[in-house]
């Protein structure tokens, strides 16, 4: 028996060989989390105290039909629930009575709690022998700081589990009928965090101009015309695709559709509510199409009934 750890081992070893840096830089970082965690652990059974343990649940895009089960599982099963200010009140219902709850969400310019006040609140909690759900909206590990919460619970030996979710661009793309990547249009994505285009930070202009791929910015709302300005500058046409979508997959899920040349206009005449995503691309027009189907089916419906 002892031998398969090692056979397993040198396999794994084989597979990751030829892997990039990033992976390994991931694999490294994973085992050098062990210790905390076999430390937690041992110290929680010398006292015979029940051990704590935190998940950083993604809630998803807000649609409580689009949560994972594991994520519905660990609500049910859980002690203190820290959540965001984009988790909805379906998904926040599955919380049975009398369990914790903490909400620690923020809005832009205003944070209720800061974020290593809320490190040490789940550190507390999951000290305590609680199991804590950490619920994030999308998925944690887009752009939602989950990289801070880990090394605030690493730092303290508590035990902890990701636990994914659907992020708002999957959940935005699908509900306007249209793919992230498409053979014929974007063969790349990129999911970028708009706060780049506060003054002072710009991201790489000329390196976003491309016509092979689809751009998705996130937390955005405030700075479609710096974001339309810089793709024009760098070299995309003027009637490049781009559409907003705020409330992406909730029953108040508002889009506009537009060119890089119109939209900011288009925006002010109707403004759109946070949270908002923007995405650029020529996959923009298969939404455009489709929608021009299913209002043709529509109508072919209407017409058949009446």
Known sequence: MRLIPSLMSSRLEGILRPVDSLARVALSWWEAR???????????????????RVFLVGAGSGDVELLTLKAARLLRD????????????????????????????KARGQHSVAQAEIGALMVRLAGEGKRVVRLKGGDPGVFG??????????????DSEIVPGITAASAACASMGMPLTDRGHAQQLRLITAQQCREGGEPDWPALARRDETLVFYMGLSRVEVICNGLRGAGLPDDWPIMLVANASLPGQEALVGTLADMPERLAAHPLPSPCLIIVGSVVRLAEARRL?????????DAAYH
Not at 35 to 45: D, I, M
Not at 145 to 158: H, P, Q, S, T, V
Request: glycine share 12%; net charge neutral.
């Open 293 to 301: 189907v299913d209002t043709a089916v529509m109508h072919r419906e």
């Open 34 to 52: 062990r210790p905390w965690r076999e430390a937690h652990n041992a110290v929680g059974r010398r006292h015979g105290q029940r051990v704590g």
């Open 78 to 105: 859980a002690d203190a629930v820290v959540y965001d200010r984009l988790v909805g009140d379906g998904i926040l219902a599955l919380i049975p009575a009398g369990r914790e709850r903490y909400y620690v969400g």
């Open 145 to 158: 700081r989950m990289g801070e919460e880990l090394a605030a619970l690493d730092a303290a030996g508590i």
